[in-house]
C-alpha cells in the first residue's frame, strides 16, 4: 500500500481578518515581527503573508527606516 502524499497546511494571512492589526509605519513591535536580525524584511513565504500586504509592509518598514525617531 502506498503512503498518502504529504500535505502541509496554508498559513492564513495574519493581516487579513475582523481583528486583524493595522499595519502603520508608527508600529515599531509589530514591523520587528517581520524584519530578521540583520534589518531585512522577512519573504512572505515564511511569514505567510498575502502579496498585497507583503507590499504594504515593506513599504511600512522602508518608511520606519527613514523616519527621524
Known sequence: ???KPFFRR???CPFS???APAI???DTRLLQRY???RGKIVPSRITAVS???QRELARAIKRARSSPC
Do not use: H, L, P, T
Open 1 to 3: 500500500m502506498a503512503a
Open 10 to 12: 496554508r498559513k492564513v
Open 17 to 19: 481578518g475582523d481583528n
Open 24 to 26: 502603520d509605519y508608527k
Open 35 to 37: 524584519i530578521s536580525e
Open 51 to 53: 502579496a498585497k500586504k
